[in-house]
């Protein structure tokens, strides 16, 4: 199943730089014909391709899709489409105009990627559907254990065209919802091998049966059968696992998140630089100076608030912000409880309130974020003191750590943003981030960004 889906990503992006080789070719014969290796065509060509592999693996359309309907794939493929359009548009007519390069072409070039790849992608589909039903390639399968890991394995991968067909259940208790399909219990394996025709073995009994297990692949193995073992290590509260090898060692990553990959971490790299110094000529230019001077005017004290916060491993960062709060205040009580900014604190200045309601005060940290120890987007970073209290209170509160951590992020457009002194409260801030780092995607982190811009032009109720 895995080498299958290997094989499928990279027949995806295989077809898809021959398609677009041949797509430059069409649209430029004339060019092709009288000079077989210009340097605009060559320019042309590598844009083509290398733009589309890069934008289409940010929007996922080098995943495994077929769990997913075509019509899901389309969306996606419209997504990037759209960005790689303009990304190769701004290219060829903004950095590379000395090449003079013609509209006409560049259109028809766009044109026939829009048809072409969408129609290659359903082929793709069908084929491997055709595959999977004939008869030389459908696997008949039994299945050991009818629990939830037996009974997902089956509506996922039997039940769904995935090349299985269904043999029957082995369990130690019989299961009426099997619809005829229990053929005995699982001490009665023997006997089931010699009575069906099968050609793989599918344990999913909890990983606490060893014994039975290897009794299983034992019997399996010496009848001639493919065994496969589905662990059940989501009992540990794993998202998306992942198996690596280590020599003649296997190790299963629980929680295998997007960010983990070095591609991805290169795109919200990239996308945090670009933004970031956009951010800082056309907004902190001109801003910056008149929030200075008006902080300046109205209190005393410096007009940058420094703070050590924890980013990405749990390392401090010095986090800046425009000061919002009156010079000498404490932050943290006589009992040495951290003391979150409050409705009416009186600590916070008249603009310090009006900063913080639309977020301006966090505009420093552009420049936390064009240096790296910071994303545009990402979890909140919390003073020391709180990450202190609320590591050890809050289940998975570490786990924000595992990314940088961002000026905005899933939780805060979702209005779990400033005083948590109910648990509840940080739980769910929590909750927030966790499904952010493992669901990251480029279109996510835009998504971020237009929920903050809505957000700061609304004013943020939960800012104090």
């Not at 290169?266 to 200075?292: A, C, E, N, Q, T």
Request: proline residues 3%; charged residues 25%.
């Amino acid at each position: 199943m895995l080498r299958e889906s290997s094989f499928l990503i990279k027949l995806k992006a295989s077809l898809d730089v021959v398609f677009l080789g041949l797509i430059v070719i069409a649209t430029r014969f004339q060019e092709f014909q009288s000079s077989f290796f210009s340097q605009s065509l060559f320019i042309v060509v590598i844009v083509n391709i290398l733009g589309w592999l890069f934008i289409a693996r940010a929007f996922g359309l080098y995943n495994d899709l077929r769990m997913k309907p075509i019509s899901v794939e389309w969306v996606m493929f419209l997504k990037a489409f759209g960005i790689f359009t303009l990304v190769k548009s701004f290219i060829f007519f903004q950095l590379l105009s000395d090449f003079s390069f013609e509209k006409y072409p560049f259109f028809l070039n766009s044109v026939f990627i829009f048809f072409l790849l969408p129609a290659e992608k359903l082929f793709i589909r069908i084929i491997f559907k055709k595959l999977r039903n004939s008869h030389n390639y459908c696997r008949k399968v039994l299945i050991v254990g009818a629990g939830e890991n037996g009974i997902s394995f089956y509506e996922n991968w039997v039940n769904n065209d995935f090349g299985y067909q269904l043999t029957g259940f082995l369990d130690d208790e019989k299961q009426p919802e099997l619809n005829g399909n229990y053929l005995g219990k699982t001490s009665e394996i023997e006997t089931v091998i010699a009575k069906y025709e099968l050609d793989d073995i599918v344990v999913t009994l909890p990983i606490s049966r060893e014994k039975e297990i290897e009794r299983i692949v034992a019997v399996g193995e010496r009848e001639g059968k493919r065994v496969r073992i589905v662990a059940d290590y989501h009992r540990f509260g794993g998202g998306k696992m992942h198996v690596d090898s280590m020599g003649n060692l296997s190790v299963i990553t629980l929680r295998s998140l997007p960010l983990d990959a070095l591609d991805n971490k290169l795109y919200k790299r990239l996308f945090d630089i670009v933004f970031s110094l956009l951010g800082i000529v056309f907004l902190v230019s001109w801003l910056f100076p008149i929030i200075s001077l008006i902080i300046k005017i109205t209190s005393r004290g410096p007009v940058i608030f420094k703070q050590d916060r924890w980013g990405l491993n749990n390392k401090v960062i010095t986090c800046l912000k425009f000061r919002t709060m009156v010079t000498g205040c404490r932050d943290v009580d006589e009992n040495g409880v951290y003391q979150q900014a409050q409705k009416n604190d009186p600590r916070v200045t008249k603009i310090g309130r009006f900063l913080r309601k639309t977020n301006l005060d966090e505009l420093p940290q552009l420049f936390n974020v064009l240096l790296g120890s910071m994303s545009l987007i990402g979890p909140r970073p919390h003073p020391v003191p709180l990450n202190i209290t609320s590591k050890d209170s809050v289940e998975k509160y570490m786990m924000r750590h595992w990314v940088k951590p961002g000026i905005t992020g899933w939780a805060q457009v979702h209005g779990y943003r400033g005083e948590t002194k109910d648990k509840f409260l940080m739980k769910k801030r929590v909750k927030y981030d966790l499904w952010y780092i493992e669901h990251w995607t480029f279109w996510l982190d835009l998504q971020i960004i237009v929920q903050t811009l809505v957000n700061m032009i609304k004013g943020e109720k939960n800012a104090y």
